[in-house]
């Protein structure tokens, strides 16, 4: 049976028209190399609008591309810097693309104003593979042991038959 390990990827890039082949590229390598051959084409294709897209709206040509494979779903997501681009006008086309291509996409604002845009592609019924399993870590903590003579709680905690305390009270 073959077993999918969780697989991240991040790429920081100033988009041109050459870069923008270049990332394709990059990105397609990245899922032959997960073993998603079957991905490859929307993924690319989908990332390759939006960043030519980003090309001609947005100002600030800095983006990041990200890819993250869980063994189910591929999410993509590309973030621009850019705070005038306003992607439900500069992007109108390349969003009813992804609305119409990929499983799930979103659009969101980050803390610092810049726009993430992001979609995901599910792996199809015969090619979901479980994750790999994680070995449990080993205990480092030692334990208590047991106590030899096991003491009613009534008596730990009733004062003693000779006017004194309770064992509890001793070890006070």
Not at 77 to 97: I, K, S, T, W, Y
Not at 122 to 139: D, F, K, N, T, Y
Request: proline fraction near 6%; glycine fraction near 8%.
């Amino acid at each position: 049976m073959k077993t999918a390990v969780p697989c991240y990827y991040h790429l920081d890039v100033e988009v041109s028209p050459e870069r923008v082949r270049q990332v394709k590229r990059i990105l397609a390598a990245h899922l032959r190399y997960w073993n998603l051959e079957n991905l490859v084409e929307p993924v690319c294709g989908a990332a390759e609008m939006l960043l030519r897209a980003i090309d001609e709206h947005a100002s600030d040509k800095n983006v990041s591309t990200e890819m993250w494979w869980n063994g189910q779903h591929l999410i993509t997501a590309v973030g621009g810097n850019d705070h005038g681009l306003r992607p439900d006008q500069d992007l109108r086309g390349c969003l009813e693309h992804l609305a119409a291509t990929s499983d799930g996409w979103g659009c969101c604002a980050t803390d610092t104003g810049a726009k993430v845009i992001w979609f995901s592609q599910r792996a199809r019924a015969g090619e979901r593979v479980p994750l790999v399993a994680s070995a449990p870590l080993p205990i480092t903590q030692e334990g208590l042991e047991v106590p030899r003579e096991m003491l009613p709680v009534a008596r730990l905690a009733a004062p003693g038959a000779a006017g004194g305390n309770g064992l509890l009270e001793e070890a006070r």
